[in-house]
């Protein structure tokens, strides 16, 4: 089966860091994603990570450990926009391209 | 390039009747995604064409769920007989054959279906 834990909800302080965990079991791995979503708007891409390690770009950074089936998403320098669910998804190997998402993350950014 | 776009954004229906949603992917995107949402859940995958080949599907789409991309081009999504279960967001992505952007799913703003 295929199962991704991600905590429900999480309250950071402006100019801060903050850690986002996701945690995942599927049958299959091609490539872990991290996907902003605002409310009352459609998701939009943060990051994708198909090898071990740190990917960074810009404030966001995402980091994959494959033999832990875990990765994070990391804010620096907390905005009042970056207030939003952040949802983890995995993408299988099953030959086509099935992204199977978390229920996200909400992250309430406060002054 | 106006990104991803869907018909309706809104749709209230009454159970029993059927449905159709439209989702016209960026140009020369030739993977298109359907998803359903609902309330503080992320998006639920529902089925997966390249070009016009639907190569993948939840058990959903086995029953009053089918979709179509007969041209590679549009999409259409329909449901029968809905229910009230059926009340969710139905959320459209594409994304490229190939470059910079090929492992991103690009969104479109989504199809709110209300069953009474």
């Known amino acids: 089966g295929q199962n991704i834990d991600q905590p429900t909800e999480m309250t950071a302080t402006e100019g801060a860091i903050v850690q986002i965990n996701c945690t995942y079991q599927t049958s299959g791995f091609n490539g872990l994603f991290w996907y902003q979503q605002h409310a009352g708007e459609a998701p939009t891409f943060l990051s994708y990570?198909?090898?071990?390690g740190l990917e960074e770009k810009g404030r966001f950074s995402s980091f994959l450990s494959r033999s832990k089936g875990y990765s994070y998403l990391l804010l620096k320098e907390l905005q009042m926009k970056d207030s939003a669910s952040y949802l983890c998804a995995v993408r299988g190997n099953t030959g086509g391209f099935k992204t199977i998402f978390g229920a996200g993350t909400r992250l309430f950014v406060k002054a | 390039d106006t990104g991803v776009s869907q018909d309706p954004r809104h749709k209230i229906t009454k159970r029993g009747q059927n449905v159709t949603f439209r989702c016209d992917p960026i140009?020369?995107?030739?993977?298109l995604y359907w998803y359903r949402q609902t309330l503080g859940q992320g998006p639920e995958f529902l089925t997966y064409?390249?070009?016009?080949?639907?190569?993948?599907k939840s058990r959903l789409l086995s029953d009053r769920f089918s979709a179509e991309r007969p041209k590679g081009s549009f999409s259409t999504l329909e449901i029968q007989r809905t229910e009230q279960g059926d009340s969710a967001m139905y959320l459209c992505?594409?994304?490229?054959?190939?470059?910079?952007?090929?492992?991103?799913?690009?969104f479109g703003p989504g199809t709110r279906l209300t069953v009474l």
């Open positions: 990570n198909v090898l071990d």
């Open positions: 140009s020369e995107h030739n993977r």
């Open positions: 064409f390249q070009n016009e080949a639907q190569l993948e």
């Open positions: 992505a594409s994304s490229p054959p190939r470059g910079e952007s090929y492992n991103e799913q690009f």
